[in-house]
């Protein structure tokens, strides 16, 4: 069985040589014209191809973190079949899909690095074709499905869209400015002028001084338990603090449903986020990669994490997540390590938000509440 039809499942596939890269250029040169001057072509033996978008994040997430040869054949399929996916998508859709879980593997895979590594023969065909189309001038209703085909396919800098700020969809061009022109970013994050405007304060009308619109405050992080800062941190190195997590961990695999050990353990998963939200920067992933972190991670796959939530909990969580719906913020990735305890596992997603973690992080998304 091919790599591919062990990836998705299927036991025949088609080459992705250069009779099918003919066939699928004449394709893309139909996408939007008259219907009626194409003769109509079905193959009478579809090839069906199932496939899933976690299934592709997952894949991305596992090369994020070990390039291995097997894992770097499994993305570069998983680029192909997305790549593709955006030829055949349509126009009016795209920005619908771009923000859902497709897009979001397909942002899981531009902030990997296999856009680095060295292109197959057949990689830099399809490639070299799909610029040429971009080529022919952005006035083409199809130009976007082309370039979300194509951008996958250069190193970060190495492509430039002219006039990007003009051709490109507004909901396209950060991620586009992240990989090939990051000196774009500052001004593509500051208020558009309407934007000023609502927040200009009230009575600078006509004739009145003209006041600068203060920038947004960041929201505020909930404290989410009694011991903070140094003391919170100081718990990482306690025995009898780790012990406790630990035997409740493992009684609570035994009889989940006793709500003792549940009330508990919800005291700890407090407590586990407030010290996350209080690790310095460059703590993170010494502590994540410590005895501490391997408990962390054992009280993630326990299964706690999917029990119902307190109402003060729900609130707590809602705060968190409204924080890291700009993972550019500070302390973004300590915000994501103190909500991951109160999301069930696959209730979380990042849109776009991937690209800013570490890599430590990253690479680690997908097992976190796998069983050892």
């Known amino acids: 069985m091919s790599l591919w039809s062990r990836l998705f499942g299927r036991r025949d596939t088609v080459s992705w040589g250069e009779k099918k890269l003919q066939k699928d250029s004449g394709l893309l040169d139909t996408l939007v014209s008259d219907p009626g001057t ?20 997952t894949i991305f997430m596992d090369f994020a973190h070990e390039a291995t040869p097997t894992r770097l054949a499994e993305a570069r399929l998983a680029r192909q079949c997305l790549s593709k996916f955006w030829l055949s998508a349509p126009i009016d859709a795209l920005e619908l899909l771009y923000g859902s879980a497709v897009g979001q593997s397909y942002r899981q895979m531009i902030g990997t690095e296999l856009a680095s590594q060295p292109l197959l023969r057949d990689e830099e065909s399809w490639r070299d074709h799909l610029s040429e189309r971009l080529q022919s001038g ?12 194509v951008m996958p396919y250069f190193r970060r800098g190495k492509m430039k869209v002219r006039n990007c700020e003009q051709n490109l969809p507004d909901w396209l061009l950060e991620d586009y400015a992240s990989l090939f022109e990051p000196e774009l970013l500052p001004r593509l994050r500051q208020p558009s002028p309407l934007e000023r405007r ?20 960041l929201p505020p992080l909930p404290q989410l338990s009694a011991f903070t800062g140094a003391q919170a941190l100081q718990l990482t190195g306690s025995e009898e603090f780790l012990t406790r997590l ?9 009889d989940p449903d006793d709500g003792a050990i549940l009330k508990e353990l919800g005291g700890f998963r407090r407590q586990l986020g407030q010290i996350w939200l209080d690790t310095p920067d460059d703590q993170l992933q010494p502590l994540f990669e410590s005895s501490f972190g391997d408990l962390y991670r054992k009280f993630l796959r326990s299964g706690y994490a999917g029990t119902p939530l307190a109402e003060e909990d729900r609130q707590l969580r809602g705060q968190l997540a409204h924080y890291v719906r700009n993972m550019t913020r500070p302390k973004a990735t300590q915000v994501v390590l103190a909500v991951l305890p109160f999301y069930p596992p696959g209730k979380i997603g990042f849109a776009g938000g991937e690209q800013f973690m570490p890599q430590w992080l990253l690479g680690a998304l997908p097992s ?5």
């Open 138 to 149: 952005f006035d083409r209703p199809e130009m976007a499905n082309v370039l979300l085909a």
């Open 368 to 372: 976190l509440y796998a069983k050892s």
């Open 198 to 217: 609502a927040l200009a304060p009230a009575g600078a009308g006509a004739g009145g001084v003209a006041s600068v619109a203060p920038e947004p405050e």
């Open 38 to 57: 194409i003769p109509m072509e079905m193959d009478r033996r579809p090839q069906i191809t199932p496939w899933s978008a976690a299934r592709l994040g």
């Open 246 to 254: 630990n035997g409740l961990v493992n009684l609570f695999e035994i």
